[in-house]
């Protein structure tokens, strides 16, 4: 995975982990993952996303990932949980938090390994 992120994941990686976390795209997009902008250039010149970006992507398909498996892969809940402002981010939402760094993408999985161990989150 790690050479993957270093060369770039392909733009469509973004339209695949929205269709993975939300089949009806009814509370993601890929420009919420990536920028709409971002997305057209790098398509239109058959570009895959950067090492920045592909990191970025990354952390927030950890944080999906791990989400579903708390909510035993209820996608309804779990986007729920995800556009949720919650008291320990500082009232921001998991997502939110998740697609603004690597590092807030870190305290949402931590956040869930708590709650995964049983501590009150």
């Known amino acids: ?25 009814e509370a993601f997009a890929p420009t919420d993952l990536v920028p709409k902008s971002t997305l057209a250039k ?4 058959k570009q895959p996303l950067t090492k920045d970006e592909s990191e970025k992507l ?7 990932v791990e989400t579903l498996r708390l909510y035993h892969d209820d996608r309804e809940r779990a986007v729920r ?13 998991p997502a939110e ?13 931590k956040m869930l390994l708590r709650a995964d161990a049983s501590v009150a989150v």
Do not use: C, W
């Open 58 to 64: 990354y952390a927030f398909a950890r944080v999906v």
């Open 97 to 109: 938090l998740a697609l603004e760094t690597t590092a807030g993408a870190e305290a949402v999985m």
């Open 81 to 93: 949980f995800l556009n949720t402002a919650h008291p320990l981010l500082d009232d921001r939402s």
């Open 1 to 25: 995975m790690a050479a993957k992120v270093q060369r770039g994941f392909p733009v469509s990686a973004a339209t695949r982990i929205v269709r993975f976390i939300d089949p009806r795209g």
């Open 42 to 45: 790098r398509k239109k010149d």
